[in-house]
């Protein structure tokens, strides 16, 4: 089986780099490991910024589809100490430019958006190697395909980097415990008030908490520790009341507004470790071969990344139907703008983790915030 364009991996950036080539008339199949799109959850809420993500969503031609997505408030930022002193506070006033909406449904508007059977579900890959005239994609069921133009969507364990690059992601040194507290309003009304109606950051040194207000009171949270890994592996994440103990211990002289998005959670705290490759990664040109978002400059979470990812996809996208006689060409246009743009995002994510977890929290990140305003 030959197909013009193969992606890797169905997340936000391969598919909207398929909606991209739909859009201008190139024909493409994505390859997802997951059997269906609701066979896990999405994640949470995403800010799309006006200066990347938007832009992908243009080039995709669903922008009122998406402003149908947005959650309206959701803006709102405020930065708290760890015992609860609101130090900064931003209102979403309407004129932002990072709307916040959730990754489930923006996966499903891209997933829509593309004509039936580009997405092929339950195919994880177990190898590519190249081959006379391009590449082959195997499968875990045994099944194979071939392509002369392949592109890897497929995150930061991607199959398909190691036909350019060497690099793997490395640990940097901080990780999450996700959970979650529903109809917090009634049940757990000083904790909604902390979070707000839109995202907080509670932070000390070593220690963070993220959270998102979501729909119907729903408080989407991320509990952070710089720790060795070593630290973590000690902990049996299995064990639901153990494993919440152990985390909450690390925030004892906290607020209790604050720890319980620890204590509380409805659901059981998963594990979260924050990898990165390395800043301003970049490869020679391979023909026939390109990467897109983590794939190529995965960073620690710092808002940036599924942007980039539908940024990458977009432009990636636009080359290919700018240059149709001419791939390599293409490939070599997309590279050399994805490359400094990712060089400059991971350098930036580096300083926000260092100003979230370092000696110097909250009171760094404070600076950049009214420095920003």
Not at 32 to 42: C, I, L, N, V, Y
Not at 123 to 152: C, I, N, Q, W
Not at 293 to 322: K, Q, V
Not at 337 to 342: L, N, Q, T, V
Request: zero cysteines.
């Amino acid at each position: 089986m030959t197909t013009h364009v193969t992606i890797v991996g169905g997340g936000l950036g391969g598919l909207t780099l398929a909606r991209v080539l739909h859009v201008h008339g190139i024909p493409a199949a994505v390859y997802e490991a997951e059997p269906s799109p609701t066979s896990r959850a999405q994640g949470g809420l995403l800010d799309i910024h006006d200066y990347n993500g938007q832009l992908a969503v243009e080039a995709a031609g669903l922008t009122d589809e998406f402003r149908s997505l947005i959650l309206e408030g959701r803006q709102e930022i405020r930065l708290l100490s760890r015992d609860g002193t609101v130090l900064f506070k931003q209102p979403d006033d309407g004129t932002g430019g990072r709307p916040e909406v959730h990754r489930g449904e923006l996966r499903q508007l891209l997933i829509d958006s593309l004509p039936e059977g580009t997405v092929h579900w339950g195919h994880k890959v177990a190898g590519v190697r190249a081959v006379a005239g391009g590449y082959e994609v195997a499968f875990a069921d045994g099944s194979t395909v071939t392509t002369d133009l392949l592109v890897g969507a497929d995150g930061a364990w991607s199959k398909v980097r190691p036909l350019l690059s060497e690099a793997t992601p490395e640990y940097r040194g901080t990780a999450s415990v996700e959970t979650f507290l529903y109809d917090s309003d009634r049940r757990f009304p000083a904790t909604a008030e902390a979070v707000g109606g839109g995202m907080l950051l509670a932070l000390a040194p070593g220690h963070g908490i993220t959270a998102h207000r979501e729909r119907d009171g729903i408080l989407h949270a991320y509990v952070g520790l710089a720790r060795p890994l070593e630290w973590f592996d000690s902990i049996d994440f299995a064990d639901t009341t153990a494993t919440t103990a152990r985390i909450a211990a690390e925030f004892e002289d906290w607020s209790t507004a604050l720890t319980a998005l620890i204590t509380e959670s409805d659901t059981a705290p998963a594990f979260r470790p924050h990898y990165g490759l390395p800043i301003g990664h970049r490869w020679e040109r391979v023909p026939g071969v390109t990467l897109i978002g983590d794939a190529a400059h995965l960073s620690p979470p710092n808002g940036e990344g599924a942007n980039l990812a539908m940024l990458d996809g977009a432009e990636l996208g636009i080359a290919l139907a700018a240059h149709p006689d001419d791939t390599e060409a293409a490939l070599a246009e997309y590279e050399q703008a994805m490359f400094p743009r990712g060089a400059e995002t991971a350098a930036d994510g580096a300083h926000m983790q260092q100003q979230m977890f370092g000696p110097d929290a909250p009171h760094g990140l404070l600076a950049d915030f009214v420095a920003g305003t």
